[in-house]
Structures are given as structure tokens and as C-alpha cells.
């Protein structure tokens, strides 16, 4: 697993996730994915980051087999605060974030991209939260901020996926183009971004977070608290060994 950062273009970062075979991240992947995007917003030189992957998708939550193989609840902790490191990181980096989105982007990509200030998607994008199978719960905090509070509550309770199209619809996806021109497109955004003043744009990414009516930290962190008694309650473990089970793993 790796997450790199590199700049193609003056004032652009891109922070890229490699996590084969489906960018399921560990714990240690989901903190070094936040330190990768908070460094990158701290650097006078950085005016725009784009977050993309590599791979067949965007991202496919956490890594379940690291949480089934600890007895005890240290995986299961170290997701949560993980997770919430990375999605923080991606809403409070100094500069805007670009998310890049190619094929599957599940549980923990939706809370990447859910906090992401501009999001561009491949045709073969599609975008869910498998939680309720998983016997666990999160991200509803940040599917709401793509798609309106009923539809939500309706993709939350089933599990369903929405399509990139279907976004660009909700105005949540900013364009939806074939994948071989995704980097580009991103790119393209990014260089729109970079090329304004960095600190007026520097200082709009902070008065747009401050007018904020959702008080994101805050509403994820409560829906983890579900998630941990779902565990302590002992429904977690059999609804993820059901999952690891009939993926054949």
C-alpha cells in the first residue's frame, strides 16, 4: 500500500492511493492518506490538491480482514480514528481538494469524497455506503452532503449505489467523463484553482468551511459511536464474516 504525492504542474499536488487490490485501506493507510493531504496543504507552494487512486476504483472503505483478524477492538478503533483523520484532513486542508473518482468508491471513499470541495467522476463511477451490511454505520454525514436528506436516508437503509450521472444530476459531481480523460479533467479543474491568488483562495476555503451549516467532525463521530455498539454488541463481527465469507476470502 502505498500513498504518494507528487506536483505535475506548479501549485498542483496530487496525492495518489495505491492499495491493490481494491484500495480497502488499513489503519495505517488511512493515517498516512491524512498526513499526505494535510502536508500537501501546508505547503506555500501548494494551491490545489487533487486526491485520485489508482486501480479498478476510488476506494472500497476499510480494510475488514485487518479488523476480523484482531481479537480485540484495537483494529476496530484504529479504523474509526483513522478514517475520521483522512475525511478531516480532506475538509480542512488549507487549500481546495479535488476528488478524482473512478469506478467504485464505497463507505469510506464517500466520506473522502463527501468532504472534498470540487468532485469529478468517470462514467463507470458509481458511489455507496455498504455499511448497513457490514454491520456497522458511518459516512451518512457525508452521503448527505451529495445527494438530497430522503434519498440518503433511502441509499443508507438499503445499501444501494448511486451512479456519477445520477450526482452530476444532484449537482454534487462537477463532470462526469470517460475514465481515460478523469486525470485530465481534474487537472483541468486544478488548474483553474491554482492559477488564482492562492490567499484569497486560501482564506475562501475558510470562510466557506465557517459557514458550513453541517457540523461534520461532530456528526461522524456520533454515528461511529453506533458503530461501536453495534461491536461490543457482538452484530458486527458475524455481518463482516458474512461479508469476507461470501467474497470468498
Known amino acids: 500500500m502505498t500513498v504518494s504525492t ?4 506548479p501549485g498542483i499536488a496530487v496525492v495518489t492511493v495505491d492499495a491493490p487490490p481494491v484500495n480497502a485501506l488499513s489503519v495505517k493507510g488511512w493515517f ?3 498526513s499526505a493531504v494535510t502536508d500537501a496543504g501546508r505547503d506555500p507552494a501548494t494551491h490545489v490538491v487533487v486526491l485520485r487512486a489508482e486501480g479498478r476504483g476510488f476506494n472500497a472503505g476499510v480494510d475488514i480482514k485487518e479488523i476480523q483478524r484482531d481479537p480485540g477492538y484495537g483494529a476496530l478503533i484504529g479504523a474509526n480514528e483513522g478514517c475520521a483523520a483522512a475525511f478531516s484532513a480532506v475538509y480542512d486542508c488549507a487549500v481546495p481538494v479535488i476528488a478524482a473518482v473512478q469506478g467504485f468508491c464505497l463507505g469510506g471513499g464517500v466520506g473522502l469524497v463527501g ?4 468532485v469529478v467522476a468517470s462514467e463507470d463511477a458509481t458511489f455507496g455506503l455498504p455499511e448497513v451490511d457490514r454491520g456497522a454505520l458511518g459516512a451518512a ?4 452532503r451529495l445527494v438530497p436528506q430522503h434519498l440518503m436516508r433511502a441509499l ?5 449505489t448511486i451512479t456519477a450521472a445520477q450526482l452530476h444530476h444532484h449537482g454534487s459531481v462537477y463532470a462526469v467523463v470517460p475514465r481515460d480523460e478523469l486525470d485530465e479533467t481534474a487537472l483541468g479543474v486544478a488548474r483553474q484553482i491554482a492559477a488564482k491568488d492562492t490567499r484569497v483562495i486560501r482564506a475562501a476555503k475558510q470562510a466557506i468551511n465557517g459557514i458550513d451549516v453541517q457540523p461534520v467532525h461532530r456528526s461522524y463521530r456520533f454515528e461511529q459511536g453506533f458503530t ?3 461491536n461490543l454488541a457482538g452484530v458486527s463481527d458475524g455481518a463482516r464474516q458474512e461479508f469476507l465469507d461470501g467474497k470468498g476470502k
Request: charged share 15%; net charge negative; glycine share 0%.
Open 228 to 230: 461501536f455498539e453495534l
Open 6 to 9: 507528487h506536483s505535475p504542474e
Open 141 to 144: 454525514t457525508h452521503l448527505a
Open 32 to 34: 498516512a492518506l491524512a
Open 115 to 118: 468532504n472534498a470541495d470540487v
Open 156 to 160: 443508507y437503509y438499503t445499501a444501494s
